[in-house]
């Protein structure tokens, strides 16, 4: 009997091994079979890499509890620390069990509840994430984006941000936080390691809304106890999505609920619901579970890059092991205003909605930690970001003021970059970033005071100069010249010529101008981004009182009759046109200034009529 029970153990011994690896035998258990009274056992990661387990209770189930046809188990966790710290940030998708059954994953719990109850989502509904058939692909096509024509360009023209490309203005994507409710996800850890507590603090409200917790964390040193490259990704092991690592770290994490082959599902719940993601994770060991009044907490630390999150769903996120997500490298150079140079390099996520906002948070966070937040101050910044496939988007801007300049130089770099990655154009790689910032304590913000032209009574082809005084903070003044051709095609009118700084032309042209267009490919967004107007130079803007339309991007100003008759006469092409009474027939701009510049002028040119 001894010898049989050994054999016996012998011929499962292989299947239990190959269960840690994959679970591809392993059963589900039913949610319509959850009955009250039931036992399970679920599996997490408390300390290290080894894999625990814990009792579960369960108490029932709740219909359409999150959303429509998506249900939750109730159950009553214990064992393990679990007395002291309730549920804790970071068990998200610990798997739970019925005789050897896999019922799904701990997603949920009740906010300030005196004992350890969770929400467990269904196995079922995490196993849903993944689409059934290949997705077309999606068109290509411009979100936020303007672009009006510079006359007499066969380029892109200057592409005018709506106020939703703020970068201060991401939180209205976002709902309400749901931390008061009777029942919410469990927050997911978002461990920051070079951030400034001051950014940390300044974001924290918007992470909470995404369902995130801001900690502080970092990368742990000194030797294979404190790393993750040997864990073994099993259920109920810790995974990290890394958003940032190098010199600034920044990662989310949550626990695997269920491995087939080299697939995984885990959290139990989404992290940001984007759908198709491309997030590198890596293995964790945990160093620590933390029982906290408010919120307990795993804190962990990342292991080497171990594959790609490529689905961020309702129920679950879903990755590939072995596979390789596209990563941004980031250099940043600050000359400091402490007569030393700093730099920083590390690698970020290239997503749409987290790239841009994460490289708004590392510029100021790199800039916190040297120039000053109050004061006097002038940020010079120049750079660009690489593409692969196209000529690169160049940076270059000039902030300046009394109080918080990182914040503005931070969205200098970052709004490019948002626009690159939120137009869907499937041939964006992104080969790197780089920033170099030179720091000065003084306010270099320059005023226009002056404009005049060389001529007030103009003829169709001449070539007038504007001269523009500036006046800086001390009292000196600055002379911009501005070559200002007149073109042919105007006669016998009175033009308006406005010149001013990049802000005020650009919230006039907004106004005037209904010329506008989203960019037809890659190519065309990035002449576009480089045409953007910056702090720096001084605008001039030629306009006349006469028709104009456009159509697919290219504009049309005085166009003749019959031309304008052809175009509308086809109702397919007609829809496409788009009129405006008041034409822009001239745009130019000043070489650039290490001045912030402020202030609009207005000049009338009256036209006398057509060389002879």
Not at 121 to 144: G, K
Not at 294 to 318: E, H, N, W
Not at 340 to 362: I, K
Not at 534 to 552: E, G, I, K, T, V
């Amino acid at each position: 009997m001894r010898i049989r029970g050994l054999l016996a153990a012998l011929a499962i011994l292989p299947f239990v091994v190959c269960g840690l690896h994959g679970q591809d035998n392993i059963q589900f258990f039913p949610v319509d079979q959850i009955r009250p009274g039931l036992k399970g056992v679920g599996k997490t990661v408390f300390e290290g890499d080894k894999i625990e387990e814990f009792q579960v209770e369960f108490l029932g189930v709740l219909k359409n509890a999150t959303a429509p046809r998506h249900d939750v188990i109730l159950g009553r966790l214990s064992g393990g620390p679990l007395e002291k710290t309730g549920v804790a940030a970071g068990m998200s998708g610990s798997p739970v069990y019925i005789d050897g059954k896999l019922v799904g994953a701990v997603a949920l719990s009740f906010p300030f509840s005196k004992e350890a109850l969770a929400g467990i989502t269904p196995i079922e509904e995490m196993t849903d994430v993944v689409p059934l058939a290949p997705q077309a692909p999606r068109p290509s096509q411009a979100t936020n984006l303007r672009i009006v024509p510079i006359p007499g360009s066969r380029e892109a023209g200057r592409l005018i941000p709506d106020e939703e490309n703020a970068l201060e203005s991401w939180t209205h994507l976002l709902g309400g936080s749901n931390s008061g409710s009777s029942i919410s996800a469990l927050r997911l850890p978002l461990r920051f390691g070079g951030f400034s507590d001051e950014i940390i603090e300044k974001y924290a409200s918007m992470f909470r809304q995404l369902g995130l917790e801001p900690m502080h964390g970092g990368v742990m040193t000194g030797g294979p106890d404190t790393t993750a490259e040997s864990i073994e990704i099993a259920p109920g092991s810790m995974i990290s999505l890394l958003l940032a690592r190098g010199d600034l770290n920044l990662s989310v994490d949550c626990t695997v609920t269920y491995r087939k082959g080299n697939d995984l599902y885990a959290c139990g719940h989404r992290f940001l619901l984007t759908g198709p993601a491309r997030i590198p994770f890596a293995a964790s060991r945990v160093l620590a579970t933390v029982a906290n009044l408010a919120s307990s907490f795993k804190v962990d630390v990342a292991g080497p890059l171990a594959g790609s999150i490529t689905q961020d769903r309702f129920g679950a996120i879903y990755g590939v092991l072995g596979e390789k997500s596209p990563q941004i490298p980031v250099h940043i150079r600050v000359d400091s205003s402490l007569n030393r140079v700093e730099e920083y390099n590390f690698d970020l996520v290239q997503e749409s909605f987290l790239s841009p906002l994460l490289l708004n948070l590392a510029v100021a966070s790199t800039l916190g930690a040297t120039e000053r937040m109050v004061g006097p101050s002038t940020l010079e910044i120049n750079g660009a970001i690489r593409l692969a496939n196209s000529d690169p988007v160049r940076i270059d801007d000039v902030i300046s003021g009394n109080t918080n300049t990182p914040a503005g130089a931070a969205v200098s770099a970052a709004t490019p970059l948002g626009m690159l990655l939120s137009n869907n154009f499937p041939n964006v790689q992104i080969e790197g970033i780089d920033l170099s910032i030179v720091s000065r304590t003084e306010n270099r913000t320059a005023k226009l005071e002056q404009a005049w032209s060389s001529k007030s009574e103009v003829s169709p082809g001449d070539k007038i100069e504007v001269t523009a005084v500036l006046r800086a903070p001390g009292g000196e003044t600055l002379t911009q010249k501005l070559p200002v051709v007149i073109p042919e095609s105007v006669s016998d009118k009175t033009l308006s010529l406005v010149v001013g700084s990049g802000s005020t032309i650009n919230m006039l042209e907004t106004r005037i101008s209904l010329l506008t267009s989203a960019p037809r490919d890659l190519q065309q967004l990035v002449q576009a981004l480089n045409k953007m107007r910056r702090n720096n130079r001084l605008y001039a803007l030629l306009m006349a009182p006469q028709r104009s339309f456009m159509f697919q991007g290219d504009e049309f100003p005085s166009p003749p009759p019959s031309l304008l008759q052809t175009f509308l006469a086809d109702p397919a092409v007609a829809s496409s046109v788009t009129l405006s009474g008041t034409s822009i027939v001239g745009d130019f701009e000043t070489k650039a200034i290490p001045y912030a510049i402020q202030g609009q002028k207005y000049l009338l040119l009256k036209v006398l009529g057509k060389k002879d």
